[in-house]
Structures are given as structure tokens and as C-alpha cells.
């Protein structure tokens, strides 16, 4: 198992342009999210999905977009890129069941100039 | 609201010093508590959950809902230890979960 993807790995935009994160698992996992990292700030939770076409919003999902058409995949997107959005981007996966773990993906990092 | 707050931003100790991270939560129902780890250059991934009762790398945690708190305590820190650490909440039954702000453990020589 590949476990969760992430793609790219590092991206630049500019201002304005738009973007799709990928996200990808292999676990036949029910739950998928999506996180930013910024320092000081920990873990913020964008947008999750329980399952395919049903998705949520989390703490933070102004400026992002998200889709879940399967259970593996679950694009993030970012339709006009600012700099505050300068971040690092982590998916996890998890599977349905209370006390089970999030397994997470590498991350992308993004800088919007 | 879900809540979790980690007071310390860095951690600093000796090897073979106790070290415990805080972490408080905020919330009104039933929650499932857990730390995850991100070591350098790696993947975060889970440490423990408080439901497994179990001891992690030496690593334990103890669900205190009468203070709504969840510490990490480590008798005797060792270098390979440090590492970024971060306490997350989810409601029992849930699939939302929440993180803190992290704390960032240095262990010295």
C-alpha cells in the first residue's frame, strides 16, 4: 500500500492564479481531511469528508474547495491563491471507527508570491 | 467548540530529564484524545491514544476529564525524542478532529 499521496510536493503561485492539491489513498478509508500547518499555529482543519460525496467544512475553509467523488481521492482547491495562504498542506486519511488514528500524507508545501 | 490548547510553544531538557507536555481541551461531550508526533523530515503520525491506555516509546498519557486535560509524560527524555508533538480531539464517534498548536520538544546532550 502506497498509503496517502500527496501532489506536488512544492508549488510557487502567483496572486490571484488558481490550484488543485491531490490527495490520494489507498486504505479504503471512509474519512478523509485536509489540514494547513502554519508556525504557531498547529494543525488547522480546512475541509473534511466522511465519505463519497458528502464533505464538510473545518476551522478555516474560506478560499478552498473540495470534492469527493471517490473514496480514494480528495482534491483540495484553491481558487484564487493570496499570500496568506503561503502554508504547508497535509491530507489524512482514517477509517470510520472511533479510537482509530489518522494516517497522514507528506505534505505540500505552497508559497503564494 | 472543540478546543485544545498546548501552552508551550518549545520544550528545552537533558537527556534523561522527565518531560511532559501539556495539553487542555474545551469540550462538552464524550472525547477521544491523541498525540501525534512529526519527527524531522518524516510524516506526522500517531504516538498514542488515550482509549489504549498504553505506553509509547516510553511515552504515556492519562485522560484527566475532571481538569479536561491529557499531559504526554516521559520518565527519561532521550535525544531521539525531539521532535515536534501535538495533542488532537475528536468527539467519540466522530470523524472532526482537532489539533493543537504543537510543542516543540528539544533534548539536549
Known amino acids: 500500500n502506497a498509503g496517502v499521496t500527496q501532489t506536488p510536493k512544492f508549488q510557487v503561485l502567483k496572486t490571484g492564479q488558481s490550484m488543485t492539491l491531490q490527495c490520494a489513498q489507498d486504505?479504503?478509508?471512509?474519512?478523509m481531511s485536509w489540514y494547513r500547518q502554519d508556525p504557531g499555529m498547529g494543525l488547522r482543519l480546512i475541509h473534511y469528508?466522511?465519505?463519497?460525496?458528502?464533505?464538510d467544512q473545518g476551522e478555516v475553509p474560506n478560499g478552498y474547495n473540495v470534492s469527493r467523488s471517490t473514496t480514494e481521492d480528495f482534491p483540495l482547491r484553491l481558487l484564487s491563491a493570496a499570500p496568506s495562504q503561503t502554508s504547508v498542506y497535509f491530507c489524512?486519511?482514517?477509517?470510520?471507527?472511533?479510537?482509530?488514528?489518522?494516517?497522514f500524507g507528506p505534505g505540500t508545501r505552497l508559497t503564494v508570491l | 467548540a472543540q478546543r485544545v490548547t498546548q501552552p508551550e510553544k518549545l520544550l528545552s531538557v537533558f537527556k534523561g530529564a522527565p518531560v511532559e507536555l501539556k495539553c487542555n481541551y474545551s469540550?462538552?461531550?464524550?472525547?477521544?484524545l491523541f498525540w501525534y508526533v512529526q519527527y524531522s523530515r518524516q510524516r506526522l503520525q500517531l504516538l498514542l491514544r488515550?482509549?489504549s491506555r498504553e505506553s509509547i516509546k516510553g511515552f504515556t498519557a492519562d485522560l484527566n476529564k475532571g481538569e479536561t486535560s491529557f499531559h504526554l509524560k516521559k520518565p527519561f527524555a532521550q535525544e531521539e525524542d525531539s521532535a515536534m508533538y501535538y495533542c488532537?480531539?475528536?468527539?467519540?464517534?466522530?470523524?472532526?478532529?482537532?489539533f493543537g498548536a504543537g510543542t516543540r520538544l528539544f533534548v539536549k546532550a
Open positions: 489524512a486519511s482514517s477509517p470510520g471507527h472511533s479510537g482509530n488514528e489518522q494516517f
Open positions: 486504505m479504503n478509508h471512509e474519512y
Open positions: 469528508s466522511v465519505g463519497a460525496g458528502i464533505t
Open positions: 469540550y462538552s461531550g464524550s472525547p477521544e
Open positions: 488515550h482509549i
Open positions: 488532537a480531539l475528536r468527539a467519540t464517534g466522530g470523524f472532526k478532529t482537532i
